[in-house]
């Protein structure tokens, strides 16, 4: 078998890793700028979306989700994050699109009460504030306050407030059963 | 019958005819001359007879005269005849007792007269005795006594009717004569005659016959020349094309050697290619071994290499199992350092510091799920190699076994190639063999048609002096039917 050319470019992209790590080490603190803004890079039903980090209280992977009955069908079920359980939903399926088949990530909400699962994670992205363009008339602008461009991609900014505003009076008996 | 009859029978017969003719001429002739003869003999006889009897009577009477002399004159000379002619009368009567012999007449005659003489030549010589005892007159005297007159006349009567009795016969046997020559002379003349003119009868039909079949066969044998003549014609023309096909057979036939002597050197050339070619088919069989050998090893050596691929490929899927958990490492690292950022922004200013070392491992986790998704494509690529490989080496090791297999059938096939070369090669022998034995066969059809050629030449040749004999052969029997047909074709 020929020897695969990517073989010493990935030497020296570790090495260069191994120099890069090293050094954010040894360089001095450099506190980031107040005017950019985290982002986790995700997709809802195909279409790429972005969430601020803001507005979440983590991440998280494979994490056992016990199914409840409720109303909503957008409810999946409950899930338990360091001791605390919260309500996880269906994030494609609150904001309209096709339901999760297989829920793999979940995003918990600021409240630590509520956690939205979806399927596909893009990763992290950082911008500028002024990067945050306001929209228009697009399909999901209820849920979305503004939209960046990543690379050719645009990605609306979801706004999580307003989905836990949409089911606020639900969530509640995810904090009911926390209090018993 | 006698149209049937040949040439020579029918001369035969003429000439028998005509030569029966003359026989019974000839015997009548000889037969009548013969009884001629015999009656001319009778006739001496009968004239001897008479002699001797004259000649009897003679010697008597010259007795009885020497007898007188004597006694008259007494000289002794006179008894010299009585005793000479007593001597004739006794010879002489013995000769007509011989010659009369056959007739009974004549001696009962001199049966009677013997006596009678004795006594006569007795009283004779009685006399003379007379005469010398007592004298002349004693004698005579004696004579007139002793009736020797009566004697001697009976003597002369029986001599005479003995005489008269041959001069009977002698007229008689003369006329028998003459009649005999007569007769001869009639049967001559007459038999003559009738000979020539049966013979001329004989002549004319023969002659007439052979003219009339002779002018047939004359005719048959003009026409047979005139076709003995075509076909001789005929015949140098066939013995001259025979000459010249025998001529171009000859060329063909010498050509045909040629090819045949070429047919057997490139026989004797194939033997040695196909010796060569066996020798090269055993060294390509050796040739195959080793190679078919060689497979093996190959074969060997591909196993080998499917086993190290294959145990490749599990430390491939090994490796992408690590490259999984790095992978998830990774992806947890991102995780826990975008929760960690998540954890800082909420520290407030405290968190901040934390915040950069969290982006730092989150950009570190990023770039090391990157490298190990690049990773798991390189291992997958890997893993799709060594499949590839695997199944190629598996491939090419059915494609060794197929290759051992053909050179097993390829080997078998040298074989088979050596032994049908060595088939070839003793095919070629028996080919070069069979070829200088056609060739040989060839070189004597070759003096065989130059024989038949010289054969056909001298046809020829004999075709025209046949040609040359009919012409003749047709000239003579125009010329014979004009000797036996006077006036035809003139």
Redesign the interface.
């Known amino acids: ?1 020929p020897a ?1 050319p ?2 010493p470019k ?1 030497s020296r ?2 090495l260069v ?1 191994k120099s ?2 090293d050094r ?2 040894a360089e001095p ?4 700028p107040p005017q950019r803004l ?1 982002l ?1 890079r995700i997709r809802l039903g195909g279409d790429p979306w972005a969430v601020p ?2 507005d ?6 494979g994490r056992r989700i016990t199914p409840v009955p409720g109303r909503t069908p957008a409810l999946l079920g409950l899930a338990g994050f360091r001791g605390v359980l919260a309500a996880v939903y269906d994030l494609p399926a609150l904001i309209g699109l096709a339901p999760l088949g297989a829920a793999r990530w979940l995003l918990l909400a600021e409240e630590r009460r509520v956690a939205f699962a979806f399927s596909d994670l893009d ?2 992205l950082r911008v500028e504030v002024g990067a945050i363009l306001p929209l228009g008339a697009e399909n999901g602008s209820a849920w979305a306050r503004g939209f960046i461009e990543d690379g050719e991609v645009r990605r609306p900014i979801l706004h999580l407030p307003a989905l836990l505003a949409r089911i606020g009076p639900r969530h509640q008996t995810a904090q009911e059963g926390n209090d018993i | 019958m006698i149209s049937r009859w040949t040439f020579g029978r029918r001369l035969a017969a003429g000439f028998g005819v005509a030569g029966a003719v003359l026989l019974l001429i000839a015997g009548v002739t000889y037969r009548n001359t013969a009884n001629l003869i015999d009656t001319e003999d009778w006739v001496n006889h009968t004239y001897e007879v008479r002699a001797r009897l004259a000649d009897l009577l003679s010697g008597i009477t010259s007795a009885e005269s020497g007898q007188r002399g004597f006694i008259i004159t007494g000289t002794e000379t006179y008894l010299d005849t009585y005793r000479q002619a007593q001597g004739n009368a006794k010879a002489a009567f013995d000769d007509i007792k011989r010659l009369t012999s056959d007739n009974p007449h004549q001696q009962d005659r001199l049966t009677q007269l013997a006596p009678l003489i004795e006594t006569r030549l007795a009283n004779l010589q009685d006399a003379i005795e007379m005469r010398r005892a007592s004298g002349a007159d004693a004698a005579v005297k004696m004579i007139q006594q002793n009736g020797s007159i009566g004697t001697m006349g009976r003597i002369r009567s029986m001599i005479a009717d003995a005489d008269h009795e041959e001069a009977e016969l002698l007229r008689t046997r003369t006329a028998a004569s003459r009649d005999a020559t007569t007769f001869t002379v009639g049967v001559i003349i007459w038999g003559g005659l009738a000979g020539l003119a049966a013979i001329a009868a004989i002549g004319t039909l023969i002659i007439s016959s052979l003219a009339r079949q002779i002018g047939s066969a004359v005719s048959h044998v003009e026409s047979s020349a005139a076709e003995l003549q075509a076909s001789a014609n005929q015949q140098a023309q066939s013995a001259s094309e025979q000459s010249t096909a025998m001529n171009e057979i000859s060329t063909t036939i010498n050509e045909l050697l040629v090819s045949s002597r070429q047919i057997a050197d490139s026989a004797q050339r194939v033997a040695g290619s196909a010796e060569q070619t066996a020798q090269a088919a055993r060294g390509g069989q050796g040739m195959v071994d080793q190679t078919s050998d060689s497979i093996g090893g190959i074969r060997r050596q591909m196993d080998l290499i499917v086993t190290h691929m294959l145990e490749l490929g599990k430390k491939s899927q090994e490796i992408g199992a690590v490259l999984d958990i790095v992978l998830e490492l990774a992806e947890q690292t991102n995780i826990l350092a975008i929760n960690a950022t998540i954890e800082a922004a909420g520290a407030g200013e405290n968190g901040k510091r934390f915040a950069v070392v969290a982006d730092e491992i989150r950009k570190l986790a990023d770039r090391v799920g990157g490298s190990a998704k690049e990773i798991r494509t390189l291992i997958e690529e890997v893993r799709g190699a060594v499949n590839t490989t695997v199944m190629a080496t598996e491939t090419g090791s059915k494609a060794v076994d197929s290759g051992s297999r053909q050179f097993l059938d390829l080997s078998s096939a040298f074989r088979q190639i050596a032994a049908l070369v060595g088939s070839t090669t003793e095919a070629a022998r028996e080919i070069g063999l069979s070829t200088k034995q056609q060739t040989s066969a060839v070189d004597q059809v070759n003096v065989a048609i130059a024989d038949v050629t010289q054969t056909a030449r001298e046809t020829e040749t004999s075709a025209s002096e046949t040609l040359k004999t009919a012409s003749q052969l047709s000239l003579l029997a125009g010329d014979l039917l004009r000797i036996i047909r006077p006036g035809v074709g003139e």
């Open positions: 078998m695969s990517r073989a990935l992209q570790a890793l890069d790590f954010s080490f603190m450099r506190p980031s985290d986790l980090l803001t979440v209280a983590g991440l998280h992977s990763g992290h």
